[in-house]
């Protein structure tokens, strides 16, 4: 499958605490993303990385790549309730017109 | 809000049916995609067009086609309909540039009864 893989599937934590969840994959890539989804609603892009950058910031986002590993992870600090969703890494594989999603890592914050 | 309008928002029908589903890209969008997301599972992609023209294929079914029309809108069509066909649909768009972020509808809950 060209299907990257999150770790963990799923995440439950409190408030206020840092979420970390890893994406895997198995080709080389061009670039990686980051998507939220809201249960049943459209995903979101929250944030692209792109092959020759090892970390990338955005807000209380904190993304970073190994190529030489082929993974990914996204931090989200200080968690509010709000950020409860799904998270979907998504590849940028070299020689391929489209984007490649991973399974995805459920959030859940506690109040 | 994406921009990425998808109609219906649900589609209840039965096995053997032909449904279409439709998507409208976000303005000065040339690319539309669409992705199948059974529960539970990942996206699952299915097709991409850029300005009319088919530009990659993924895991459709015979059984399933699209097409992109001169206005840029999109069309899934699914016939035969089978009870594994349930799922949500998204459309996506995006600027036609090669692994530039997507913009997703808010997608087609299908059920096949």
């Known amino acids: 499958s060209q299907q990257g893989e999150e770790d963990p599937q799923a995440l439950s934590i409190q408030e206020g605490e840092n979420a970390t969840m890893n994406c895997s994959y198995k080709t080389s890539i061009n670039n990686l993303q980051w998507y939220r989804q809201n249960s049943g609603r459209g995903l979101v892009h929250l944030i692209l990385?792109?092959?020759?950058?090892r970390e990338k910031h955005s807000g209380r986002l904190r993304v970073t790549l190994d190529t030489s590993k082929k993974s990914s992870s996204l931090l989200i600090t200080a968690s509010r309730a709000a950020d409860t969703a799904s998270y979907f890494c998504?590849?940028?594989?070299?020689?391929?017109?489209?984007?490649?999603f991973g399974t995805g890592t459920r959030l859940t914050v506690i109040p | 809000d994406s921009g990425v309008t998808q109609t219906p928002k649900h589609l209840i029908t039965a096995t053997g049916q032909r449904v279409t589903l439709r998507c409208s890209p976000r303005s000065g969008d040339l690319s539309v995609y669409w992705y199948q997301q059974s529960l539970d599972q990942g996206l699952q992609f299915l097709i991409q067009y850029y300005n009319g023209e088919e530009r990659a294929k993924g895991n459709i079914l015979e059984r399933f086609s699209a097409q992109q029309f001169p206005d840029l809108h999109s069309e899934l069509n699914l016939s035969s309909l089978e009870l594994g066909d349930s799922a949500l649909y998204f459309c996506a768009s995006g600027g036609g540039v090669r692994g530039s972020p997507l913009h997703f509808g808010n997608g087609t809950r299908l059920t096949v009864t």
């Open positions: 998504a590849t940028d594989q070299t020689g391929a017109n489209n984007l490649f």
């Open positions: 990385i792109r092959s020759n950058e």
